[in-house]
């Protein structure tokens, strides 16, 4: 059980390992459309996992509340919604093609932005994996180990593309390649950290389960509406980002059946 586990918090961390090493053989610069491609494929994933893997658990475990089951997941996703955008304007960072940092004024570098937008990004999906993990050890949750897996393999593969769209701007703005792979690794630490914190508070997180959940949807929807969507309707037009969006939503939505 504990090396399952272990292995779950990786796996996210893995993927993005796996993406930002895309530096090492690739050219300087992601090509437009494959960017946008893999943006929307990464979007697609999170949309699916947040509603799949997230919300319908958290009101199958709210389901004695009868009609009410529904408000431990809207509650907790709004909680996500309004974390995620306390730190959007409390953490100075810089999105992918934009020339101006959120959050604010700040002294610091334009790489070292870009790797806390990615960051905040990846926040929530640590903490998504370490609440389905938590569930699944205390047993009484109606979380399958094959759930917790889905989710975990979900985000690592979202994660592969996003590894290597953080890594090759890194090395267009001067970094060596050993560096824009170093940063951009360093991007997904969190996941593990996060999932990790949340499963050894797993006495905290059980009791409150469906708000964690949910909490952990929200997050990620904001992530995907404020940062991601945007990216995939800049410049011209192209529908090849809602494609993938569509196709990367069907990769998570069959892994979750699948293997949940």
Sequence with gaps: MQGKV???ILFPFLGTALGAGCVVFMKDRLNIMVQRALTGFAAGVMVA??????LVPAMEYAQGMGKWAFVPAAAGFWLGILFLLFLDRTIPHLHMNSTRAEGPESALRRTTMLVLAVTLH?????MAVGVVYAGWLAGDTGITAMAALALSLGIAIQNFPEGAIISMPLRAEGMSKVQAFFYGTLSGAVEPLGAALTIMAAGLVVPVLPYLLSFA????????VEELIPELSEGFHSNLGTVFF??????MMALDVALG
């Design 49 to 54: 996992a947040s509603v799949w893997s997230l």
């Design 217 to 224: 949807a929200g997050a990620m929807i904001y992530v995907v």
């Design 246 to 251: 569509a196709a990367g939503f069907t990769v």
């Design 6 to 8: 272990i292995w779950g």
């Design 122 to 126: 990846n926040l929530p999906e640590g």
